[in-house]
């Protein structure tokens, strides 16, 4: 079975969507549906919110943050079915999921949809973002130029364990999920099981490259949908399109083509799926 949640590119994609909804845009009224959602949401919220221009949208690993006018940011997790709707202020009534409404200067709405209500919504002062529990102790942008091949094997280079588990370590790597870990190292043509100490040099090389491009790929599918699609923003981008590996167990490897075709194996309770020829 597949499952879907929110991982770097459609936190990306929703950021960019959310961006051009609310940036330079005072929030008129905000409506709290419920006291929590993984956490309970700051006290006053709403109130904290109301009357503040958002100066700026921007993304940490799979966080959020909105940049208000007071120096507070609005620290916002999508968690695992999270969803951000962007469309005209309607004034309908909530659906049964609908636990935050944004309202804006210029008539349009942000409603927060959340059916298994994993994700969550923090207020933190500007200056110590950085430090907040959550964000503290994450490691490099995987998209930013100072995430090299170098820095990624000095990072690995005291770790036990396999690459793929490694990849997964927040701590190493900011952001990047299980898709995306299984399909760069197809990519890369490295086994998820070598162990993470030994992807060094050419491996090494190999490998960031091929984060980065899966996860540039993915941010390019939805955000070219997202044009189109203003209100449902929040739905686009889900890794639509086809995996080389992913999910694919049994089926033919499609660089090497051989037989016996992807396997799959469980490392720290997550699938990985790897061609066991061409990923040495
Ligand atoms: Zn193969």
């Known amino acids: 079975m597949l499952h879907l949640m929110p991982e770097l590119p459609e936190v990306e994609i ?15 009224r905000v409506e709290l549906r419920r006291p929590d959602l993984r956490r309970p949401f700051p006290a006053d919220f709403a109130a904290r919110l109301q009357g503040r221009l958002v100066v700026r949208v921007a993304r ?8 208000l006018d007071d120096g507070w940011v609005l620290l916002g997790h999508l968690g695992m079915s999270g969803r951000m709707l962007v469309g005209p202020a309607d004034h309908a009534p909530p659906g049964k999921h609908d636990h935050v409404r944004f309202e804006t200067d210029d008539g349009q709405q942000v409603i927060y949809q959340d059916p298994r209500r994993f994700g969550l919504m923090d207020l933190v002062a500007g200056e110590r973002l950085a430090e907040h529990p959550l964000l503290e102790g994450l ?10 091949p170098a820095v990624l094997s000095a990072a690995l280079a005291s770790r036990s364990g396999p690459i793929k588990t490694a990849l997964l370590d927040q701590r190493l790597v900011a952001g990047i999920g299980n898709i ?10 490295i086994a998820p099981t070598r162990m993470a100490r030994t992807v060094a040099g050419r491996r090494a090389e190999r490998l960031v490259p091929a984060l980065k491009a899966v996860l540039l790929e993915s941010i390019a599918v939805g955000g070219s949908s997202l044009r189109d699609h203003r209100r449902t923003d929040g739905e686009l981008g889900y890794f639509q399109h086809s995996f080389a590996v992913y999910d694919r167990e049994g089926q ?7 037989s016996d075709g992807i396997r799959r194996i469980v490392q720290g309770g997550r699938s990985t799926f790897y061609c066991p020829k061409r990923q040495r």
């Open 252 to 258: 033919p490897c499609p660089d090497c083509r051989c």
């Open 180 to 189: 995306y870990a299984v399909e760069a190292l197809f990519r890369a043509g």
């Open 139 to 148: 490691g490099p942008e995987p998209l930013d130029d100072a995430f090299t």
């Open 60 to 67: 940490r690993a799979k966080y959020l943050t909105l940049w």
């Open 14 to 28: 929703v950021c960019r969507g959310l961006a051009m909804a609310l940036e330079g845009r005072r929030l008129t």
